[in-house]
């Protein structure tokens, strides 16, 4: 299987602007180029796949720019639900440092900022050298912005896609540059690009584009959200362990579409984990794989066996047996409630609503369903107290197998 086959079959060509690009993948050595804007001081999941993408063709001979948008990030690409917040100079920048950073530790790639190539262009010289070669028209007949002609696009974001497209042209320029990948919303402004760079370079020109799939889950929704928000790559904002139970959760029906999207694992491997999904689900051997190989590559070695170790407490109820580190991984992402300290295990969960009543309280107790700190606790007078606490003056109360919650002891 050759490489162009290869990132077919783990779904991660949407489209593509030539069919040439198929024997420059197999066969040639591409300088290309994958953009996002700081509008955060951490890429997310989502942005992962697009990440490994450049890291697959590295591995195969091909050169990876990536450009952080230091100009574009103070308009914002248009959405289709309507203006985004402007970020001002200050948050932008330190947005800026925080992903470069990032971007630098984990993969190393050659890296650009476009307000180097934009801050000094004039107004006069904007409209009259690049704005002169767009069609109003072809404009707004792109998906992005079609979709807010109803109801309105500010004249800044509709530009944006002349921003882009400069940037395109700048690094095939300075650069030889000759593809960009985006995600499938993006084709619009790759496309506008690439016509950009022929009217002001000529016909002849090889250039391309290519567009992958957005990562969905099951119920169509982005993929990149758990229960308390956006799912980071930065350990700071999600823990490894979080990471690791976000891909361990991954619906049945997802997790071969991720494992091959998201992990360098082989066709075999990948192959094998499906019979595996498929006879023996209960193992859920296919997230295991998943959650470990992402969070290895993510956080190394030392972050996968501490987001193992934490499960495993969190899961035999041996919570005594992680340092203060790992304590504070595990309850990061908790709900956080508070209570006043010395309530019964009953009023305590009735107080935090927990519990709807009592008689639910109850009736979950005897039945063995509360654990406190990871131990099982039946009688529902058994006192809370600070000298209970896990770590400072919270509490773990666990509910069934999954649902877990910090619980402050107040006073």
Known sequence: MNLFDELKWRGLIDNVTSPEIEDEINNGELTFYIGTDPTADSLHIGHYSSLLMAKRLQQHGHHPIMLVGGATGFIGDPKATGERNMLTPEVLQANYDALHRQIDALWGFNMVNNLDWTKDISIIDFLRDYGKHFNVNYMINKETVKKRLDSGISYTEFSYMILQSLDFLHLYQEKNCRMQIGGQDQWGNITSGLELIR??????????????????????????????????????????????????????????????????????????????????????????????????????????????????????????????????????????????????????????????????????????????????VTDPDTRMTQEQAYIDNDLIIRRGKKRYYCVALEG
């Not at 934490?310 to 899961?315: E, N, R, S, V």
């Not at 340092?323 to 956080?336: G, Y």
Request: hydrophobic share 35%.
């Open 199 to 376: 009217k002001k370079c000529g016909n002849d020109v090889k250039c391309f584009g290519l567009t992958m799939p957005l990562i969905t889950k099951a119920d169509g929704t982005k993929f990149g959200k758990s229960e308390t928000g956006t799912v980071w790559l930065d350990a700071k904002k999600t823990s490894p362990y979080e990471l690791y139970q976000f891909l361990f959760n991954t619906e049945d029906d997802k997790v071969i579409e991720y494992l091959k999207k998201l992990t360098f694992l082989s066709v075999e491997e990948i192959e094998e984990l499906e019979r595996s999904l498929r006879e023996e689900p209960h193992k859920r051997n296919a997230q295991k794989a998943l959650a470990s190989e992402v969070v290895r590559d993510l956080h190394k070695e030392e972050g996968l066996q501490a987001a193992l170790s934490i499960t495993q407490a969190l899961f035999s109820g041996k919570l005594s047996e992680l340092d203060e580190s790992m304590r504070k991984d595990a309850i990061m992402n908790m709900e956080k409630l508070s209570a006043p300290a010395g309530l019964t295990l009953l009023d305590l969960l009735v107080d935090t609503k927990i519990a709807a009543s009592k008689r639910e309280g109850r009736e979950w107790i005897k039945g063995n369903s509360i654990a406190v700190n990871g131990v099982k």
